[in-house]
């Protein structure tokens, strides 16, 4: 008998024979630099956990001490019943610790990116986009409805070049770059870029999911980084992320936040953060604007493991964050690298086309101020084990 659904079974085939099927694993374990991970414990090379606060023992007491004042679920959304004292302290305190004037929470990153968007910009405008934005981006920006045009990667002249091409054709224009990344871990030009927007007067928002926490001062993102304070129109960060919780946030001008309280849909049809959530974001602050310590400690984390993979003989790409691509051209290959790495001991993450280009297929290491210098070590010799046998590296 056939059914109405077997064409899902006929796409899932596919994606197996093609290898781009995803085997999704299972960690029995708190989040840290080691995981249990089906069942075997490994070295994380895997996740955004860039300062270890997602089991810090501060965050986890706050969320606890919410947990008994103000219970588990907020049973409603942000404009009904939904808001607390906590999610407008969170806002204030996010605001404060960018240096913006205002902020705005949401559940998550992801939905930060597809309230902001189509608020700012409608049918009759465009959308100038970075042509590696996230998904999330690419999703929000359809919503909006507005023509979207791409831009080369990290090219402020192709961009400028595309709105001159654009002159004429639009009520409203925005620009939007990912911050930091995620595959090659480089930096978006936010100041080349901030240039060509304010010459053209087309309005800016950069998505800083991977540079919260992890670039500027102490952590205070890539605003920070280029010293751009109150140029850029709208930042959109995660919590979810080096802030080790889950949730997103709009940060700029009181002017966009109010207007997503009235227009963002995320925001309108959609529950609010949870309370131990939103405590545990809050301690996250006061952790951030108390001490540089586990910045700091990433940085050197990264800068220690980059040049220790260069000696070695690796490729690491031309990151600039703590994100290292280890690169490995086929996918195959990066594939049976991350296997044999996990055989070893080592969870890091193989990324072959479509998520990267053809031929530049790569293991993604994530580094975190949660690892010692041991467990770098450790992570090194490994590596330099597998790349042998691999000859990847002699
Ligand atoms: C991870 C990521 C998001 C999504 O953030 P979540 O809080 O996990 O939903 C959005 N944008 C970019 C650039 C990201 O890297």
Redesign the pocket.
């Known amino acids: 008998m056939t059914s109405r659904l077997d064409w899902i079974q006929q796409e899932l085939d596919g994606l197996k024979e093609a290898g781009l099927y995803n085997h999704i694993r299972t960690l029995s374990s708190p989040q840290g630099a080691w995981l249990v991970v089906d069942g075997k414990r490994v070295l994380n090379f895997c996740s955004?956990n860039y300062l270890g606060l997602a089991n810090d023992p501060r965050m986890v007491d706050a969320a606890r001490k919410i947990v008994d004042k103000y219970g588990v679920g907020p049973a409603a959304v942000r404009s009904i019943a939904g808001t607390m004292d906590l999610h407008l302290e969170l806002e204030r305190r996010m605001a404060k610790f960018k240096g913006v004037e205002a902020a705005i929470s949401l559940q998550?990153?992801?939905?930060a990116?597809l309230a902001t968007v189509p608020v700012l910009v409608g049918k009759e405008d465009v959308i100038f986009s970075d042509e590696l934005n996230?998904a999330?981006?690419i999703d929000g920006s359809r919503l909006s409805g507005a023509k979207i045009i791409r831009f080369a990667h990290a090219n402020p002249a192709d961009l400028e070049a595309q709105i001159n091409a654009a002159k004429g054709s639009y009520r409203r224009a925005l620009a939007i770059t990912?911050g930091v990344f995620?595959m090659d871990g480089d930096v978006a030009p936010l100041d080349k870029i901030y240039e060509v927007t304010s010459k053209h007067d087309v309005m800016l928002m950069v998505?800083d999911?991977?540079g919260e926490g992890v670039l500027g001062a102490g952590g205070r993102g890539i605003v920070d980084h280029f010293h751009l304070h109150g140029k850029v129109d709208v930042e959109?960060g995660?919590?979810?992320?080096a802030f080790g919780v889950?949730?997103?946030v709009v940060a700029g001008s009181p002017l966009i936040v109010e207007w997503l309280q009235q227009r963002g849909r995320p925001f309108l049809f959609s529950s609010a953060a949870t309370p131990p959530d939103v405590a545990a974001c809050i301690a996250a602050i006061d952790i951030l604007e108390g001490s540089t310590e586990l910045v700091d400690r990433l940085w050197e984390n990264t800068r220690y493991f980059k040049a220790e993979m260069k000696n070695l003989g690796f490729d690491t790409g031309h990151s600039t964050t703590p994100i290292t691509p280890i690169m490995l051209g086929e996918a195959p290959l990066a594939h049976e690298f991350s296997r044999e790495l996990y055989n070893e001991g080592i969870f890091a993450m193989a990324l072959g086309f479509p998520t990267v280009p053809r031929g530049k297929a790569r293991i993604r290491v994530m580094i975190s101020a949660a690892h010692s210098r041991d467990d770098l070590d450790k992570g090194l010799e490994i590596f330099a084990r597998v790349g042998r046998k691999l000859s990847v590296i002699h």
């Open positions: 955004n998550s990153g992801f939905c990116n996230h999330s981006i990912d995620s998505d999911a991977h959109i995660t919590l979810s992320k889950v949730g997103g």
